[in-house]
């Protein structure tokens, strides 16, 4: 592994999800002991992980158990694909996820081992190699709503919370705000775009401002994302193409300043100017 950090492992043959913590670099010996069942990559470009048990892709309804015997998944497949729903459990009984598929929507829901929702989610019924709109709910433990995003024809709407109901983010078509739990706007967006109707694809300038926790302005930015087939644009202006400008602020006076450079070559000329509020 490259350095310390969160590494999730992709195999050929089944699909792990487990996150590894590695906290140190070196050699690194992983040992998988792989089940009789459960999701298996195809190696196909044009297939989704597919549901196996003992070599042979699952056909109608299924039961899967823990060794314990405590009943795992239950579902009913064709071909290895979902085919009306599944339900999976966590080994305490308790249900950890259910999905219902329907002619033209996929419905989930998440939950956590005492049985509180986590996520409702409603996506277009399609291949998974093509765009699908969705629209998904993630909950705080006591059910107060955490999120609520949409994504409509590539443009995905966004309102997140606090545990205490407080606005922790918005987005729009036109601009996204991000505040701190006070109240106060911690980062602003906004942005305009030219279409080039030809090839479909849009140039967006994007003028971002961060404030402390007073509400006074730390640092604007302004940068370019071209060439994007999405209708909103990058918002980690450090995987843009073009830095327009750069400005710190100190107490409400400018301490430091820079203008038109290329992102890639700004980042290395000036490492210790990269902080803000991401």
């Avoid at 050929?12 to 069942?37: C, K, M, N, S, W």
């Avoid at 969705?134 to 709407?157: A, H, N, Q, R």
């Avoid at 305009?192 to 971002?208: L, N, R, W």
């Avoid at 073009?242 to 430091?256: T, Y």
């Amino acid at each position: 592994m490259p350095g310390p950090g969160h590494y999730l492992i992709y195999a050929e043959g089944p699909a792990l999800d487990t996150v590894f913590d590695l906290r140190d670099t070196g050699l690194y010996i992983f040992r998988f002991r792989e089940p009789d069942h459960g999701l298996y990559n195809t190696g196909a470009l044009d297939t989704p992980p597919l549901y196996s048990k003992c070599d042979s892709l699952l056909n109608g309804y299924q039961e899967y158990h823990y060794p314990d015997g405590t009943l795992e998944m239950r579902g009913t497949f064709k071909g290895g694909f979902e085919k009306d729903s599944i339900v999976k459990f966590f080994k305490n009984g308790v249900v950890k996820s259910r999905v219902l598929f329907l002619p033209k929507v996929i419905i989930g829901e998440s939950f956590d081992s005492l049985g509180n929702r986590m996520s409702i989610k409603h996506t277009e019924r399609k291949s998974f190699m093509v765009y699908r709109e969705y629209d998904l709910k993630l909950f705080y433990p006591d059910g107060k709503i955490k999120k609520i995003e949409t994504s409509k024809k590539m443009l995905v709407k966004i309102k997140e919370y606090y545990p205490d109901g407080t606005l922790k983010i918005i987005q729009t078509k036109h601009y996204r705000t991000e505040y701190y739990n006070s109240g106060i706007k911690s980062i602003t967006y906004k942005w305009s775009a030219e279409t080039d109707h030809i090839v479909k694809t849009k140039d967006f300038t994007v003028h971002k401002t961060e404030y402390d926790t007073t509400g006074q302005v730390t640092r604007k930015t302004v940068y370019e994302d071209g060439n994007s087939h999405y209708p909103l644009p990058e918002f980690d202006y450090r995987r843009s193409d073009w830095i327009v400008s750069v400005q710190k602020f100190e107490k409400g006076k400018v301490v430091f300043s820079e203008e038109y450079m290329d992102t890639e070559e700004y980042l290395k000329k000036y490492p210790d100017q990269d902080v803000g509020n991401e």
